[in-house]
């Protein structure tokens, strides 16, 4: 089992000399997912040797460029590289025709399948579930429609205790009913008690992305709890008033949204390119929420460790 964040880019609006515009890379459970993806992504993929055929998500959140304009690149990209396996991407509804525009005046056309899924900028949304991992969406607060994005394991289940159920003579066929949590009868007519023979499932660890936007009540729901929160602190308080007129959120802000969502760890991206680092924008949040990291590019964050 594996959870794994990728910082390809955590710059603001404008890229800067080390900062590329926004996009990361998830592998969880096997599951390879992109969200975001400003210009500039496909090099961030080859340099940090990522896979790109591996890609089977592509969540973009809103259509500021500097959140999309390395989608077409890197679908031609994919499709150069001889892909035939289809890729989901979930945008807002126009990003379909805006993709089609781009790929068809160029003479491109893709040979893999491009299903395409549109935001809802209303409420919460399930945008994908299989047996390990659910990906939900859900709306922010910016200039323009903006969703923010959940990417969370699944209930996992029970770990068998070998000691115990060698004691207790279950057989190898019966694991998987103890894996579910549910009792084993014997072939004596004995009823085994799963408890009695598993150890409790792991916690299901969730990770959540929210960038663009102002802070506001209405989405920490979707993000509580989370083990990871990545949160958009454009601005530092010195310009508070031009995060409000930006609709983006200062460092404090984010680090209250991080405490009042009771995650456990925050990590603050999206600098404007005003400030030369992050040091004031970490300063400020750990005042409110002591668990805060800088994002930097290429940076890999491990949920499981
Ligand atoms: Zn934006």
Known sequence: MSFKITILGCGGALPSRNKNPSSQYIECNNRHILI???EGTQMQIRKLGIHFQKITHILISHLHGDHWFGLPGLLSTMNLLGRNTGVTVYGPSNL???LNDILSFGGHQLNFPLNFVALDFKEERILFEDKLIL???FPLKHRIPTCGFRIEEKKKEYTINTEETKKQAIQLKDYPKLKRGENVILEN???IDFKSCVFDPKKPLAYAYCSDTYPS???INSIRNAD???HEATFTEEHAGRAKSTLHSTAQQAAEIAQKANVKNLIIGHFSS????GEEHLREAKKIFDNTSV???GMVIDLTL
């Open 36 to 38: 975001d993806c400003g």
């Open 96 to 98: 379909l025709s805006l």
């Open 135 to 137: 990906i939900k969406s």
């Open 189 to 191: 007519g004995e009823i």
């Open 217 to 219: 009540a209405k989405y």
């Open 228 to 230: 990871l929160l990545y």
């Open 274 to 277: 005003r400030y030369e680092n």
């Open 295 to 297: 994002a930097e590019d």
